[in-house]
């Protein structure tokens, strides 16, 4: 009887055990601007990109500057349509997009505070595209559609005045802190230069250390990613945090191990603890390369929000986990952690796209294989 006892008492200690609340300490904390929201809209590639532009401000010059988010959304739609149209109703029109869309803008059209372009009109407080979006792609269908017509020049105008109207006309010049700037001057003033950032990825059906165009949706202008083996990724991460820099994120937050409201994501290593880990720590599912590429070609594994990294914790069993800025307000009714979601390390070897980064935040030996 004394034998049975005992081997309640351990099965209730591991029990207890299995089930510890999380405890999290900090290791890296980077700075970062507040968490805002995205609203109703499906923008959160220019969100989560301003924020980590943001704070490569902040790294670069010490300045802490409110971006415009929708200044690049604004500038972006003309080119998805364009997209669209060129390819004769055969390619993707969503609000989707990847860091480099917004990579790409800043580019093209510099960047401008939020002060002088905050996309909201009569009052408005949040953003919600829903009745623009769907004007957007009934125009567009039109265009399309018309069998035996030519397609009218117009509608490139006709596309700019409806984003004229919902997100308001693009700004030229402005006045920020008393001087006066254009987009590009501003840009310059940020000391960001676009060329300097880069995408990688991880997956095995392009060779690694070379370049390819990653075939997901809202990859709709063909961005290229460098590719290189998982662990080389995760040390990219973990070296840029390290040394001061964050990182954008491309990852799946489909699955119910993912929760704003608890603000944790994790891989239970069995199905039956996926609702009960978002609680406490259970013990995590090794991922491997093999099992990456397994999730992502069974579309297990999809491109479904942007994010952005900005720190590393530990919990009290010494697991690692990253601390991951959304874009889905600070409501805590609805998110935990001021708004930001703790990524285990096994969630984001299984569950990370892509990241971008400062080429200088790639680890040398992985830079030295990139040509960087």
């Not at 209730?12 to 929201?37: G, H, M, N, R, W």
Request: hydrophobic residues 35%.
């Amino acid at each position: 009887m004394r034998n049975v006892f005992f081997l309640i008492a351990i099965l209730f200690t591991v029990t207890l055990t299995a089930q510890e609340a999380y405890k999290f300490t900090t290791i890296v904390d980077l700075e970062a601007t507040p968490v805002i929201s995205q609203g109703i809209t499906g923008t959160c590639w220019s969100f989560s990109s301003t924020s980590f532009l943001e704070s490569e401000i902040i790294r670069l010059t010490g300045e802490k500057i409110d971006l415009s988010e929708m200044y690049q959304v604004r500038n972006t739609y003309p080119l998805k349509a364009e997209n669209f149209i060129m390819r004769q109703g055969k390619a993707q029109f969503s609000e989707g997009g990847l860091a480099h869309d917004v990579m790409n803008a800043v580019e093209r059209n510099g960047l401008v505070p939020e002060a002088a372009f905050n996309g909201l009109d009569n009052g408005e407080t949040t953003h919600n595209h829903a009745e623009m979006v769907a004007v957007l792609e009934a125009m567009l269908k039109t265009y399309v559609d018309n069998p035996g017509r030519k397609l009218s020049p117009k509608w490139r105008t006709a596309i700019e005045s409806v984003l004229d109207v919902y997100l308001g006309k693009n700004v030229s010049n402005f006045t920020y802190e008393g001087k006066q700037y254009t987009p590009q001057t501003f840009l310059a003033m940020t000391k960001i230069q676009p060329a300097d950032y880069v995408n990688i990825t991880s997956f095995t059906h392009a060779p690694f250390y070379s370049k390819f165009i990653l075939n997901i949706p809202d990859n709709w202008s063909n961005g290229s990613f460098y590719n290189v083996p998982l662990d080389e990724m995760m040390a990219t991460i973990d070296n840029a945090l390290e040394n001061g820099f964050t990182v954008e994120l491309d990852c799946d937050v489909s699955e119910k191990t993912f929760s704003s409201k608890d603000g944790v994501a994790v891989i239970p290593e069995t199905v039956e603890n996926n609702i009960k880990a978002l609680q406490g720590i259970y013990p995590e599912k090794k991922i491997t390369q093999e099992y990456r590429q397994q999730e992502f070609e069974n579309y297990d594994t999809t491109d479904d929000h942007l994010m952005h990294i900005t720190g590393m914790l530990r919990d009290q069993n010494g697991t690692k986990y990253y601390k991951v800025k959304n874009s889905w307000g600070t409501d805590e009714t609805r998110v935990a952690n001021g708004g930001y979601v703790y990524f285990s390390e096994a969630y984001m070897r299984l569950k990370a796209i892509s990241i971008t980064v400062h080429q200088d935040a790639v680890p040398k030996n992985t830079a030295k294989n990139l040509s960087l």
